[in-house]
């Protein structure tokens, strides 16, 4: 949830215009969540407890203090190996979200300030995996394998194959040059 909801929910104020900040917010987030907690090697993800607590005002302090001042040693620093290699995508999602003082967390009334650099950040990293820059190290491991899965279809059971990844997710690392 983003840090402004957060806030105005842990205060009591629950009628909160929405915007597409929010929505950009919260999948900033899911990547984070994403990036710490799969493709491990061990089972234990790293903690963000105190992102999903009953109290608002916790959860709303914890992440932003996280988010602001401990941005490096509690989310940068805890990544899974497998996603070292989008860490800058990260710092630099955080940047556009909260500005380059990570002080920016009200909404902003024009969505292109977030969505345009938002875009290039991504469009960025996609250039880099296309150029093999950054390339996926588990792709002809063992844990990427094929895998025939039957569907029905109008005409009958089709066979499609289909390569799949396993739960460990994939390893992106920086090429070097």
């Known amino acids: 949830m983003a840090i402004e909801l957060l806030k105005n929910m842990s205060e009591n104020k629950y009628s909160i215009k929405k915007s597409c900040r929010y929505d950009l917010e919260s999948f900033f987030y899911v990547f984070l969540v994403g990036c710490l907690r799969y493709g491990r090697p061990s089972l234990e993800p790293a903690n963000l ?9 916790q959860n709303y302090h914890t992440k932003r203090t996280d988010i602001t001042e401990n941005f490096e040693t509690n989310i940068i620093d ?3 190996p497998s996603f070292d290699a989008v860490k800058d995508l990260a710092r630099d999602l955080s940047k556009i979200l909260f500005g380059s003082n990570l002080d920016q967390f009200i909404s902003r009334p024009n969505s292109v300030e977030l969505y345009s650099p938002i875009i290039y950040a991504f469009k960025n990293v996609i250039t880099q995996i296309d150029e093999g820059q950054i390339k996926n190290e588990n792709l002809d491991s063992p844990a990427v ?3 025939t899965r039957r569907t029905n279809s109008k005409r009958g059971l089709t066979i499609k ?8 997710g994939s390893r992106l690392q920086p090429r070097n040059k």
Request: charged share 40%; hydrophobic share 15%; aromatic share 14%.
């Open 49 to 57: 407890n105190g992102w999903y607590t009953d109290d608002l005002s």
């Open 78 to 80: 805890c990544f899974s």
């Open 145 to 147: 394998k094929k895998r």
């Open 161 to 168: 194959s289909s390569r799949t990844k396993s739960r460990r």
